[in-house]
T-cell receptor, first 113, second 111 residues
Framework: DTGVSQDPRHKITKRGQNVTFRCDPI?????LYWYRQTLGQGPEFLTY????????KSRLLSDRFSAERPKGSFSTLEIQRTEQGDSAMYLC???????????FGPGTRLTVT | GDSVTQMEGPVTLSEEAFLTINCTYT??????LFWYVQYPGEGLQLLLK?????DKGSNKGFEATYRKETTSFHLEKGSVQVSDSAVYFC??????????FGGGTRLMVKP
């Protein structure tokens, strides 16, 4: 296993711009999760996929946020019309099946200026 | 809703001191419980887990016991090292799906 990878590691953008993050899970992990972590807080759940199906979305995921996992492998998280409140670390995790431990990637740190 | 509460930090200890970080969870369902650790500049790493009442998770000298009667999962280590300095997160799962995390506890160990 090469671990969960995320790209980019850092992103600085101006308010109102769109950004897209990518997550590559551990191969053969069919569950993929997105979380958001603000400074000094624990991660908060955003959404998750079972293969290519998006099974649940948090109330935190406003309509400016969209996530996809088109072939059940990598996933993208897009934020449209970014706001300063979107500044956070966006974490991706994967697991083999439900109820197995989740392995986290290094995160993408987003700064909205 | 489901929640996890852990003691606020920072916790500052001298090397070889005994560590306890308290964690309590809401008792809905039959969650699995986890401790994750985040070293400076790194991602979250699973430290240990327990899947049912009275289970004890252990790893790298750290232990935590799933206490259903007190809805607790306190993290302990008998003798901390400088290299244990990190932020520790307690978490529970929700029907085997997403995780709910506590706010994190920063541990600083001084030589």
């Amino acid at each position: 296993d090469t671990g969960v990878s995320q790209d980019p590691r850092h992103k600085i953008t101006k308010r109102g711009q769109n950004v897209t993050f990518r997550c590559d899970p551990i191969s053969e992990h069919n569950r993929l999760y997105w979380y958001r972590q603000t400074l000094g807080q624990g991660p908060e759940f955003l959404t998750y996929f079972q293969n290519e199906a998006q099974l649940e979305k948090s109330r935190l995921l406003s309509d400016r946020f969209s996530a996809e996992r088109p072939k059940g492998s990598f996933s993208t998280l897009e934020i449209q019309r970014t706001e300063q409140g979107d500044s956070a670390m966006y974490l991706c995790a994967s697991s083999r099946t439900p109820a197995y431990e989740q392995y986290f990637g290094p995160g993408t740190r987003l700064t909205v200026t | 809703g489901d929640s996890v509460t852990q003691m606020e930090g920072p916790v500052t200890l001298s090397e070889e001191a005994f560590l306890t970080i308290n964690c309590t969870y809401t008792a809905t369902g039959y969650p699995s419980l986890f401790w994750y650790v985040q070293y400076p500049g790194e991602g979250l790493q699973l430290l240990l887990k327990a899947t049912k009442a009275d289970d004890k998770g252990s790893n790298k000298g750290f232990e935590a016991t799933y206490r259903k009667e007190t809805t607790s999962f306190h993290l302990e280590k008998g003798s901390v090292q400088v290299s244990d300095s990190a932020v520790y997160f307690c978490a529970r799962d929700n029907a085997g799906n997403m995780l709910t995390f506590g706010g994190g506890t920063r541990l600083m160990v001084k030589p």
